[in-house]
C-alpha cells in the first residue's frame, strides 16, 4: 500500500457499485432483485444510431481522429446548441470526448490548481469532489434543500465564493434529485463572477419544461455534456465539452496527451445521433413521463418525502430520514429484506444523508414491483 500515491489511496469509490455488487450476489444466490439503484438508460441505443455505426465500420473508420473530434460531429454540436438554444458556438469551441466524465476531468485539470476551490451543490453527482480532491483542488458545498425541489440559491453560493474560488459547478437537470434549475437562477450564478461548468448530460431529458443552457446567460462558461443518456448509449463512451476560444488550444493538449482522441465508430454514431434520432428520443422520454409520474405517486403514498416533483433526468432523491438514520444501512436492508436496489443519499454528499435516490430507468412493470415491495417492506418494519 506504501507504494500508492495518496490520491490513489484516498479516492472514494462508487457507493452503488456496493449496492449492485452485493445484488449481483444475491441474483446470484437465486434471488430476484428490482433494480432501482441504475444510473443508466433501460432502452436499447436507437436503430439509425446503430446502422451509422456499421456504415463506419465498412467504410474503414478505424483510425485516430482530430484530436478535437471529427468536424461532422462538432459542427452537428454547434447546430443542436443553436437550434436549441439560440446560442452560436463555433466547430473551434467543441472537443469531443470518450464521454462526459473524461470531460470533466479535462476541464477541472485546465482550471484547478492544487489548494484552488470549486463551488459544488450537495448533493451532487459524487464524482464532482472527488475529481477536484484528486487534483489536489477543494470542494466547496452550498447545501440544496428538498423544499426548495433541491434549486440551487444564488445567494448561498456567493457567500462561499473566496480568492481561491476558480469556478462554480452546476447540473440541471440534476443527479441525483432530477432538479431542473430555472434559467433565472441559471442566469443569477453565472453573474456571480467565477466561470460556471454546467454539466448538461440530463439536457433533453426534461418533462412538460425546457432546460436553460448556461451559454445563454455567460460566454465565459464551460459546458459539459455526452450521449450516456438521452440516446441511450453509456457504452459507446462519447461526450464533449465546450469551452471559451482561449482555453480550447490547452484543451486539446491534455486530450491528445491522454487520450490522443474520442472513438471513431462512436464519434459517427455520435452524428446519428443528433441528426436522426430525434424520434427516438421523444419516444423513451414520454416512456420515461410515465414511469416518473408514477414513481412520484407511489413513493409519497409509502411516506417518502418528496415535496417537490422532479422535472428531469430519471433520478428522484427521497426523503427517508423516518425510517434510518444511516441511508447506507438502510439501502443494505432494502435490498436484502425487500429484494429492491436503492442508492443510498449519502453517495451524494453530507447533505443526502438520510435519502435515498430512485432512478425510473426501468421498466413500468419493474418499477410496480419493486415499489410493491417497497409497501410489504414498510409495513413489517413498522
Ligand atoms: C451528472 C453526471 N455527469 C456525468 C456523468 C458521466 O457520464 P458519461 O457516461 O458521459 O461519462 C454521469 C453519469 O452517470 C452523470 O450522472
Same mark, same amino acid.
Given at each position: 500500500?506504501?507504494?500508492?500515491?495518496?490520491?490513489?489511496?484516498?479516492?472514494?469509490?462508487?457507493?452503488?457499485?456496493?449496492?449492485?455488487?452485493?445484488?449481483?450476489?444475491?441474483?446470484?444466490?437465486?434471488?430476484?432483485?428490482?433494480?432501482?439503484?441504475?444510473?443508466?438508460?433501460?432502452?436499447?441505443?436507437?436503430?439509425c444510431?446503430?446502422?451509422?455505426?456499421?456504415?463506419?465500420?465498412?467504410?474503414?473508420?478505424?483510425?485516430?481522429?482530430?484530436?478535437?473530434?471529427?468536424?461532422?460531429?462538432?459542427?452537428?454540436?454547434?447546430?443542436? #446548441?443553436?437550434?436549441?438554444?439560440?446560442?452560436?458556438?463555433?466547430?473551434?469551441?467543441?472537443?469531443?470526448?470518450?464521454?462526459?466524465?473524461p470531460?470533466?476531468?479535462?476541464?477541472?485539470?485546465?482550471?484547478?490548481?492544487?489548494?484552488?476551490?470549486?463551488?459544488?451543490?450537495?448533493?451532487?453527482?459524487?464524482?464532482?469532489?472527488?475529481?477536484?480532491?484528486?487534483?489536489?483542488?477543494?470542494?466547496?458545498?452550498?447545501?440544496? #434543500?428538498?423544499?426548495?425541489?433541491?434549486?440551487?440559491?444564488?445567494?448561498?453560493?456567493?457567500?462561499?465564493?473566496?480568492?481561491?474560488?476558480?469556478?462554480?459547478?452546476?447540473?440541471?437537470p440534476?443527479?441525483?434529485?432530477?432538479?431542473l434549475?430555472?434559467?433565472?437562477?441559471?442566469?443569477?450564478?453565472a453573474?456571480?463572477?467565477?466561470?460556471?461548468?454546467?454539466?448538461?448530460?440530463?439536457?433533453?431529458?426534461?418533462?412538460?419544461?425546457?432546460?436553460?443552457?448556461?451559454?445563454?446567460?455567460?460566454?465565459?462558461?464551460?459546458?459539459?455534456?455526452?450521449?450516456?443518456?438521452?440516446?441511450?448509449?453509456?457504452?459507446?463512451?462519447?461526450?464533449?465539452?465546450?469551452?471559451?476560444p482561449?482555453?480550447?488550444?490547452?484543451?486539446?493538449?491534455?486530450?491528445?496527451?491522454?487520450?490522443?482522441?474520442?472513438?471513431?465508430?462512436?464519434?459517427?454514431?455520435?452524428?446519428?445521433a443528433?441528426?436522426?434520432?430525434?424520434?427516438?428520443?421523444?419516444?423513451?422520454?414520454?416512456?420515461?413521463?410515465?414511469?416518473?409520474?408514477?414513481?412520484?405517486?407511489?413513493?409519497?403514498?409509502?411516506?417518502?418525502?418528496?415535496?417537490v416533483?422532479?422535472?428531469?433526468?430519471? #433520478?428522484?432523491?427521497?426523503?427517508?430520514?423516518?425510517?434510518?438514520?444511516?441511508?447506507?444501512?438502510?439501502?443494505?436492508?432494502?435490498l436484502?429484506?425487500?429484494?429492491?436496489?436503492v442508492t443510498?443519499?449519502?453517495?451524494?454528499?453530507q447533505?443526502?444523508?438520510?435519502?435515498?435516490?430512485?432512478? #425510473?430507468?426501468?421498466?413500468?412493470?419493474?418499477?410496480?414491483?419493486?415499489?410493491?415491495?417497497?409497501?410489504?417492506f414498510?409495513k413489517?418494519?413498522?
Amino acid at each position: 500500500m506504501s507504494r500508492l500515491t495518496k490520491r490513489a489511496q484516498e479516492i472514494p469509490p462508487f457507493i452503488v457499485m456496493d449496492i449492485l455488487e452485493k445484488a449481483h450476489e444475491l441474483e446470484r444466490q437465486g434471488g430476484h432483485v428490482i433494480h432501482l439503484e441504475i444510473g443508466e438508460p433501460d432502452f436499447p441505443t436507437p436503430a439509425c444510431v446503430c446502422e451509422a455505426a456499421k456504415e463506419a465500420i465498412e467504410k474503414g473508420e478505424s483510425h485516430y481522429t482530430h484530436s478535437l473530434g471529427i468536424i461532422e460531429l462538432r459542427e452537428a454540436i454547434c447546430e443542436h #446548441y443553436n437550434k436549441r438554444y439560440g446560442v452560436h458556438i463555433g466547430p473551434d469551441q467543441v472537443v469531443v470526448t470518450s464521454g462526459t466524465s473524461p470531460a470533466l476531468l479535462m476541464i477541472f485539470s485546465a482550471l484547478l490548481e492544487a489548494g484552488d476551490e470549486i463551488i459544488i451543490s450537495d448533493p451532487h453527482y459524487p464524482c464532482y469532489p472527488n475529481f477536484a480532491n484528486f487534483l489536489g483542488a477543494r470542494p466547496v458545498f452550498v447545501n440544496a #434543500y428538498e423544499e426548495d425541489g433541491f434549486q440551487l440559491r444564488p445567494d448561498e453560493i456567493k457567500k462561499r465564493i473566496g480568492p481561491r474560488t476558480k469556478a462554480i459547478l452546476i447540473n440541471s437537470p440534476s443527479n441525483p434529485t432530477g432538479n431542473l434549475l430555472s434559467g433565472e437562477r441559471i442566469e443569477k450564478i453565472a453573474a456571480l463572477g467565477p466561470p460556471v461548468i454546467s454539466d448538461e448530460i440530463y439536457h433533453g431529458l426534461v418533462y412538460g419544461k425546457k432546460e436553460n443552457s448556461v451559454l445563454e446567460f455567460s460566454d465565459k462558461a464551460f459546458v459539459l455534456n455526452g450521449f450516456s443518456k438521452l440516446y441511450a448509449m453509456t457504452g459507446w463512451r462519447l461526450g464533449y465539452l465546450i469551452a471559451p476560444p482561449g482555453f480550447i488550444r490547452p484543451l486539446q493538449k491534455i486530450q491528445q496527451n491522454f487520450f490522443i482522441s474520442a472513438g471513431s465508430v462512436s464519434q459517427w454514431a455520435g452524428l446519428a445521433a443528433l441528426t436522426e434520432a430525434q424520434d427516438d428520443v421523444e419516444r423513451m422520454k414520454k416512456t420515461y413521463n410515465q414511469r416518473r409520474k408514477y414513481m412520484i405517486q407511489r413513493v409519497r403514498e409509502l411516506g417518502f418525502g418528496l415535496p417537490v416533483e422532479p422535472d428531469g433526468a430519471f #433520478y428522484m432523491l427521497v426523503n427517508a430520514k423516518q425510517l434510518a438514520s444511516s441511508s447506507y444501512e438502510l439501502a443494505f436492508e432494502i435490498l436484502e429484506r425487500a429484494k429492491v436496489g436503492v442508492t443510498p443519499g449519502i453517495d451524494f454528499g453530507q447533505n443526502a444523508e438520510g435519502y435515498l435516490r430512485l432512478s #425510473y430507468a426501468n421498466s413500468l412493470e419493474n418499477i410496480k414491483e419493486g415499489l410493491k415491495r417497497l409497501e410489504e417492506f414498510l409495513k413489517g418494519r413498522y
